[in-house]
């Protein structure tokens, strides 16, 4: 190895504020991918990161060395085109479990490599446990197969897949490094690459729920995933959408399962889930040549009321292990808490604000996430019903269903959820859900 890649030297060169040649960057991943670069280095590198940061070039390099790391999927065999979603996450965020079956039976092939829970925000991968028997990790040639034959397939990442983000991030999580925008970056996108995409949509989310705070944020890290996305290869366009409240009217694991078997039969579709889910799904539609911009949510709409997206979803749970009668009969199957109570808001008046982090950490403590990577999650946990801004709450309306192991828990989680709802006198008009769109020109 030449003086100018040795781990020590680019760590310097960066902390000085240097610009890495892609080279460089290669190296570094490649000693992080076979350990010979060592803990204290990969940290010393993040940190320095954190102060200089990177420029667009150095981040497209970074997220290239991190996919070539590991097996990247090709889809030779499938008939339309390979597209994927990914959301930085929010509190009752149950968009990709809609999405996906709905893009597969419009003729796109969704193989969605998804996460467990982060923080406040709910994990894909747990949701789906709550269903009997579903297989989060199947086969690398089981995954193909339900790719192939359902349309889509939601699984968890495996370790063959960018190698060199599992080992990053482990050591990013412990050394206060998780957040410059340009390893948030590479580690999405890294694993989307990986995964053989022909085109990807993020939703960016902002808001009390959200990671991002506030718009300006949520736009930065949007822009940054879309203009590298599009150097490295992959077509990508990106909502901003707004987590200032639970999105639709669950919060949980089996809950969430619930509303969405619910929405693709039919039975409720919330206007802000149903208006998020249809402005990605119909962004995938036309970034994969499946529709033209004026008949995407038209063929969004399709899938829905035609019963196709129901069908593809049932296919994807029981081909990957679930119940085939599911979506017949869901509270035969999903896991049910034991206790189910109103709570109420100590006076009348209109939905003003809601902590949604607070919300999500009041759900992990009851046990519907971890708070280490050890700990089981009890799926029944949750919260139905919940009251959205701006709706007035008269007496004896509940600002939520709290969902909980005995009467004790559901006393405790209903003061406590008294706490995260503000509600006023008068009425308020909450934003639109999706704020804007931005592409690879924007």
Not at 41 to 58: I, K, L, P, S
Not at 165 to 187: E, H, K, N
Request: hydrophobic content about 45%.
């Amino acid at each position: 190895m030449s003086q100018e890649f040795l781990p020590q030297e680019i760590i310097r060169r960066k902390r000085d504020g240097e610009m890495l040649p892609p080279a460089a960057i290669q190296a570094f991943v490649a000693g992080l991918t076979d350990g010979t670069v060592g803990d204290a280095q990969v940290g010393a590198f993040a940190m320095a990161v954190h102060f200089q940061g990177m420029t667009r070039e150095e981040c497209v390099a970074l997220t290239a060395a991190m996919t070539a790391s590991g097996e990247q999927l090709t889809w030779p065999d499938l008939d339309g085109p390979v597209l994927d979603k990914h959301s930085t996450g929010g509190i009752g965020d149950k968009v990709s479990l809609m999405l996906a079956p709905i893009v597969a039976a419009c003729g796109g092939y969704v193989p969605m490599i998804s996460g467990r829970g982060l923080g406040h925000t709910g994990g894909t991968l747990d949701k789906l446990e709550s269903i009997p028997g579903y297989d989060v990790a199947p086969s690398p040639d089981g995954f193909r197969s339900v790719v192939r034959e359902a349309g889509c397939a939601i699984i968890g990442q495996t370790g063959e897949l960018a190698p060199a983000d599992d080992r990053f991030y482990s050591i990013r999580d412990v050394t206060a490094t998780v957040d410059p925008i340009a390893l948030i970056t590479a580690s999405i996108l890294s694993k989307k690459l990986a995964a053989g995409l022909g085109a990807l949509v993020m939703d960016v989310k902002f808001g009390s729920g959200a990671f991002s705070r506030d718009p300006a944020e949520a736009r930065e890290l949007a822009a940054s995933l879309v203009d590298v996305a599009c150097g490295a290869g992959l077509p990508t366009g990106a909502l901003i959408t707004d987590m200032n409240q639970v999105l639709g009217r669950t919060a949980g694991n089996a809950v969430e399962v619930r509303e969405t078997i619910d929405f693709l039969t039919g039975t409720d579709r919330e206007a802000r889930l149903d208006a998020v889910v249809a402005a990605l799904a119909a962004e995938l539609l036309v970034m994969g040549d499946l529709a033209p911009q004026d008949e995407a949510l038209l063929r969004v709409e399709e899938a829905l009321t035609s019963g196709a997206a129901a069908e593809r979803f049932q296919r994807m749970v029981t081909a990957l292990g679930g119940p085939a009668d599911l979506l017949e009969r869901p509270d035969e199957h999903l896991p049910r808490a034991r206790v189910v109570e109103p709570v109420f808001p100590e006076e009348p008046g209109f939905v003003c604000a809601i902590d949604g982090r607070r919300l999500g950490m009041l759900l992990v403590e009851l046990g519907a996430g971890r708070r280490n990577p050890e700990d089981t999650i009890d799926p029944t946990i949750g919260v139905t019903a919940v009251a959205g801004l701006g709706e007035r709450l008269d007496a004896g309306m509940p600002l939520c269903l709290i969902h909980a192991r005995d009467e004790a828990q559901a006393k405790h989680a209903g003061e406590a959820l008294r706490a995260c709802f503000v509600l006023g006198p008068d009425p308020v008009t909450p934003g639109p859900v999706v704020l804007e769109r931005m592409g690879a020109s924007e």
